[in-house]
């Protein structure tokens, strides 16, 4: 079987409300909620055979995943020593063996947090750990995003963030009090469910900047 790659996103405050006071967002709980925790169940159960050599299983810890460890050693109907040996070597912390895509707060702390965000943007969709959805929302929310972060993501996922102060600067921008611009914006979002969508940053040049007034 895979080794587990656990990655937990930035949590959400819709769930918030319905999280807290739980484990659900457990580093544990989340190798669960992904189904990775297979390998470690199967090692568990083979353990409980009083015919499968110890040393046989034992040996195998090394080469699991931290989470698959901490999973073990959380099992109350795990054997004894199985438990034992598994919380010897399971990690102190937990949360250090997920994967996340970093808050605000901890983007603070990076010597450059926009490279951070831009690679999480350029990461390829068969290798990304993290679903497109969840990079956008992310980079949407962040502080440290900028104008070269949102032209990359697709226009909709803009345009429809709870954040109205994201788009509408840029569109004012652009657009004015030109009602023939603002048509034109229409236009290019006016797209079937097989059509291409377009990015922001395709959006944006579909339409000129207008002339700054003449002083003269």
């Given at each position: 079987m895979e080794?587990?790659?656990?990655?937990?996103?930035?949590?959400?405050?819709?769930?918030?409300?319905?999280?807290?006071?739980?484990?659900?967002?457990?580093?544990?709980?989340l190798l669960e909620t992904h189904f990775q925790h297979r390998r470690a169940a199967a090692l568990t159960a083979l353990a409980s055979n009083p015919h499968t050599p110890?040393?046989?299983?034992?040996?195998?810890?090394?080469a699991l995943h931290p989470l698959e460890?901490?999973?073990i050693s959380h099992q109350h109907n795990a054997a004894d020593w199985l438990h034992t040996?598994?919380?010897?070597?399971?990690?102190?912390?937990?949360?250090?063996?997920?994967?996340?895509?970093?808050?605000?707060?901890?983007?603070?702390?990076?010597?450059?947090?926009a490279a951070v965000l831009q690679s999480w943007l350029d990461a390829p969709?068969?290798?990304?750990?993290?679903?497109?959805?969840?990079?956008?929302?992310?980079?949407?929310?962040?502080?440290?995003h900028t104008t070269e972060h949102l032209r990359q993501l697709p226009a909709d996922e803009v345009l429809?963030?709870?954040?109205?102060?994201?788009?509408?600067?840029?569109?004012?921008?652009?657009?004015?009090?030109?009602?023939?611009r603002w048509n034109t914006l229409l236009t290019a979002l006016d797209y079937g469910p097989t059509d291409d969508k377009i990015t922001y940053g395709q959006?944006?040049?579909?339409?000129?900047?207008?002339?700054?007034?003449s002083t003269a």
């Open positions: 080794q587990p790659a656990v990655v937990a996103s930035p949590p959400s405050p819709r769930l918030a409300h319905f999280t807290s006071g739980t484990d659900l967002n457990s580093p544990v709980r110890r040393t046989a299983v034992t040996d195998t810890l090394p460890l901490a999973w040996a598994a919380a010897a070597l399971a990690p102190a912390d937990d949360n250090e063996a997920v994967l996340r895509l970093l808050t605000d707060d901890e983007l603070d702390r990076q010597p450059d947090p969709e068969s290798e990304a750990v993290w679903t497109s959805d969840e990079v956008y929302r992310a980079i949407l929310k962040s502080r440290h429809t963030h709870n954040e109205t102060d994201i788009a509408v600067p840029h569109l004012l921008t652009r657009c004015g009090t030109q009602t023939e959006l944006l040049d579909t339409v000129q900047a207008p002339a700054a007034a």
